[in-house]
C-alpha cells in the first residue's frame, strides 16, 4: 500500500506517515497528531488520550510502551506532550471525536491499513465500548459496596430490581429476550453496543449516588430505588431517543474485541518493524 493521507486540512492532504519520527523505532508526537485530526488545544486533546490510555489500561497493555510522557523541565513536571506507538495513534484517533472530517479520515485510515494484514482492526464504536465496559466494571464493584454497606443481603434481587426497572422484565427474562444463552461466567453487559452500555453506566452511577445522598438501608428499600433509578432511565431513553433498552441490538461480546485490539497491536508492531529492516537495506 502505498501513502495513505488520513485528513484534509486547508485544502492540502497531509499524511500521517511523514510525521513519523524514529529512536529505534517509529513514534509520532501527540502534538504533531492533534493537528492532524483537527484540535486546537492541547489540553482538551489530553481527555482523549487519558481515554485512550485507559483502554490500553483495560487490555492489560504497557502505558509507558505506547503513551511515553514529555514533561517539562520546569519546576512543575508538568505533562508537555507524549510520544505516541502506531497502536496509541490508532486508539487516540478510535477515541477522538467522529464529528471532526479529519477524524473520520484517520479512523478510515486505520481500517484500510488493518486491512493490508488482516482485519483484526475495529470500528470506533467497538474501542469505545471497550473503555466504557471499564468504567461500568468499575462503577458495579462501588455501587455493589455501597448497597451492602447499606444492608443489602441478597445483592442478586436489589441487581435484578434494577433491570426490571430500565428493561421492564427481569434479568433472566432479558437474556431470553435478547436472544442470549450465556455462559455461567458471563454478563449481558459484555454484549451490550456503546449506547446500551453508557445508559447502565448512568443507571448505575446514580443509584449509587441516590443511595448515599438520601442515606437509605435495608434490602427492601434499597431494591425499590434500584427499580426506580431503572425506570427513570428507561422513561429519559424513550422521550430522548424513541428507543426502547431491551430493543437494542446486541453486538460481538467485548472479551473477543479485546482480544483482537491485542492482535492488532501486534501486527501494527510487526509492520512497523518491518520498515525498520527496509530502511537498514537502503542504508
Same mark, same amino acid.
Given at each position: ?5 488520513? &485528513? ?6 497531509? &499524511? ?268
Amino acid at each position: 500500500m502505498g501513502k495513505s493521507e488520513i &485528513s484534509e486540512i486547508n485544502g492540502s492532504y497531509e &499524511s500521517f506517515e511523514d510525521y513519523a519520527k524514529n529512536n529505534g523505532g517509529p513514534f509520532w508526537l501527540a502534538s504533531d497528531l492533534m493537528a492532524l485530526l483537527g484540535y486546537k488545544d492541547f489540553n482538551s486533546f489530553k481527555k482523549v488520550i487519558n481515554k485512550a490510555i485507559g483502554v490500553c489500561s483495560i487490555l492489560d497493555i504497557s502505558i509507558e510502551d505506547n503513551f511515553q510522557q514529555i514533561k517539562s523541565e520546569e519546576g512543575k513536571n508538568k505533562v508537555v506532550n507524549y510520544r505516541l506507538t502506531r497502536f496509541a495513534c490508532y486508539l487516540t484517533s478510535m477515541n477522538a471525536d467522529v464529528r471532526k472530517p479529519q477524524v473520520a479520515a484517520a479512523q478510515t485510515y486505520f481500517i484500510s491499513l488493518a486491512e493490508a494484514f488482516r482485519k483484526y482492526i475495529q470500528e470506533a464504536e467497538d474501542v469505545e465500548r471497550v473503555y466504557i465496559r471499564g468504567e461500568v466494571t468499575q462503577k458495579v464493584s462501588t455501587l455493589s459496596g455501597a448497597a451492602k454497606e447499606a444492608g443489602v443481603v441478597d445483592y442478586a434481587l436489589f441487581q435484578n430490581a434494577g433491570y426490571r426497572g430500565m428493561y421492564n422484565m427481569n434479568y433472566r427474562e432479558l437474556i431470553q429476550y435478547k436472544g442470549l444463552n450465556l455462559m455461567q461466567n458471563k454478563s449481558l453487559l459484555d454484549y451490550m453496543g456503546k449506547e446500551e452500555l453508557a445508559a447502565n453506566l448512568f443507571r448505575f452511577t446514580q443509584t449509587e449516588a441516590k443511595i448515599r445522598n438520601e442515606n437509605i438501608h435495608g434490602q427492601k428499600p434499597l431494591e425499590k430505588v434500584a427499580e426506580k433509578v431503572g425506570k427513570k432511565v428507561r422513561q429519559t431513553m424513550r422521550e430522548i431517543s424513541g428507543q426502547l433498552p431491551e430493543d437494542l441490538p446486541i453486538t460481538e461480546d467485548i472479551t473477543k474485541v479485546r482480544s483482537e485490539l491485542k492482535k492488532t497491536r501486534r501486527e501494527f508492531r510487526k509492520l512497523d518493524a518491518g520498515k525498520r529492516k527496509q530502511k537498514k537495506k537502503k542504508g
